[in-house]
């Protein structure tokens, strides 16, 4: 069993930065591949991120691409998306995910086992 509560979020000017950390408790945290996602309001649940039990493995939606970087750091059973040059478009509330989906179901939200309650991010124009 792995409990997931992000932080972080907030609301910031378009083209700022902010760093969302999602704090795992389980002593199977780094056995997890853990995925970032997101979902605006009226709009499905899209994947922002994922990064592999490891760390070794990253890889990224195209929207966010070259502006966000996931991370973790299995010590402290965290994981972190630090999200840079952001945009209006980002707005959502971020949830963070963990799992062990295949490689062409890392983008497929019903592949992940646990989930956190979520963080409203909010970047205005």
């Known amino acids: 069993q792995v409990q997931l509560v992000e932080s972080g979020g907030g609301l910031v000017q378009a083209g700022g930065s902010l760093r969302l950390s999602c704090a795992a408790s389980g002593r199977t945290f780094s056995s997890y591949h853990m995925g970032w996602f997101r979902q605006a309001p009226g709009k499905e649940r899209e994947f922002v991120a994922i990064i592999s039990w490891s760390g070794a493995y990253t890889y990224y939606a195209d929207p966010v691409k070259g502006r966000f970087t996931i991370s973790r750091d299995n010590a402290k059973n965290t994981v972190y998306l630090q999200m840079n040059s952001l945009k209006p478009e980002d707005t959502a509330v971020y949830y963070c995910?963990?799992?062990?989906?295949?490689?062409?179901?890392?983008?497929?939200?019903?592949?992940?086992?646990?989930w956190g309650q979520g963080t409203q991010v909010t970047v205005s124009s």
């Open positions: 995910a963990a799992g062990r989906p295949m490689a062409q179901a890392m983008g497929d939200a019903n592949s992940y086992d646990y």
